[in-house]
């Protein structure tokens, strides 16, 4: 009993740098995750870096192949407009909830990460800037549990996923965007903030799909 609890104890760590690892991108779609390999680094026996990986592909972030051991795992094209799904309910939720709690200064940040994003000429960075904003407004919601699920949600997009995202939806149209919603915020009207972040999400739900459809033609 000891010996079980030691290794679940030795894997989270691994498990915890691992899916830092693969969120942030450092390990990418495809990249092989050798058992042997991740021992030496955290100066492990093979035990708990399985413990780990087996965890990681219950949450979807690593697959086993036959042959191939784990494997960073590919999120596919239909798997991206899912999560965009679940990002509706998820995020409406937070900001219906954060619009009560709302200050001047959580305003004042918003509109500087607004102003940073204009200045942004690369997915990559529009990306980012995405993110940072919308969770600047759901913060105020003053509920841990929700706000994991929105940053495991985004975990699991990825970066490279994130930046397909911005890539299809530009830079403008979700500018004009994010102020409605930031306007609605400041004049407390939750109600309408949810509704204009419901359409702004499916909008991109609908340039998203548009735009992977292209490429798989193209």
Partial sequence: MTEFTDSKSSSQPIYDRLKDEIASGKLPPGQALRQHEIGIRFGVSKVPVREALLKLEAERFVEFRKNRGAIVREI??????NLID???ALECLAIELAVPNMIFADFAKAEEILSAYDSQTEPTAWSASNIAFHLCLYEPCNNDHLLKMIADLRSRLGPYSNTIVSTASGLERPQQEHQMILNA???GAADEAAALLKDHILTTKKVTAAFLRRRRAG
């Avoid at 596919?76 to 407009?81: A, H, K, R």
């Fill in 76 to 81: 596919s094209d239909d798997e991206i407009l």
């Fill in 185 to 187: 915020c400041k004049n």
């Fill in 86 to 88: 679940i990002r509706i």
